[in-house]
């Protein structure tokens, strides 16, 4: 849009640079003409003159205003991509996208509250952008507390099995899971029983309050 209007500018001024070259052209003319002619000559080129800045000045116009709107457009899908991102980053929208859904049974009540924890720093580690325990929505100051009646979350209780759903790589996540020595043959050693599921789409719902 900034080049269509240059152009038209230049336009403009091409025009300006025309007729005064015709005008040069038509002195020899006016040297023979009337006084009333010559009035008359003059007024329509002070009108022209007049037309053509009243034309620039609108162009001129019109060309700040599509810049401002330009940068104010930027600026506005900018704040836009910010606050989705600090929105999922807080909890405080839902999302989804490809990723995992992490399945830890715990049939002898053996998993304890450390080994969650354990389980959502290993998502993080390995690139979960968001994860939610049940329907617990995963913040960055989340926590996880054994309780006589199990383990809670953030204050809530968690019933298991616990479902963990992360988005993320796929891939990368249940290869951080599975390696030797790793979460996975913790939570077995402990006595549960663990699933992992890839998946294309992971609807994460919970959201935790601003």
Known sequence: MGQL?????????????VAQIRSNERDTTFATARQDELVGVLSDLGQRSE?????????????????R???????L???????????????????????????????????RAVNLLDALEEL?????????????????DSYFL??????????RALVPPYRFRAIGDPHTMTTALNIPGGLVRTLQAAGAEVSITPRAK?????????
């Open 202 to 210: 992971v609807v994460v719902d919970a959201v935790r309050s601003p």
């Open 51 to 67: 037309r053509l800045r009243g034309d620039l000045r609108d162009l001129e116009d019109t060309k700040a205003r599509l810049e």
């Open 124 to 140: 993080r580690d390995a690139g979960a952008e968001v994860v939610q325990v049940n329907d617990v929505r995963a913040g960055v």
């Open 69 to 75: 709107d330009a940068q104010g457009g930027t600026a």
């Open 77 to 111: 899908e900018e704040a836009r991509k910010r606050a989705a991102t600090y929105g999922l980053l807080a909890g405080t929208v839902p999302a989804e996208g490809p990723g995992i859904e992490l399945t830890v049974g715990d049939p002898r009540r053996g998993v």
């Open 5 to 17: 209007i240059g152009g038209l500018l230049c336009l403009v001024l091409g025009f300006a640079v």
């Open 146 to 155: 054994d309780d006589r009646d199990g383990v809670r979350a953030d204050g």
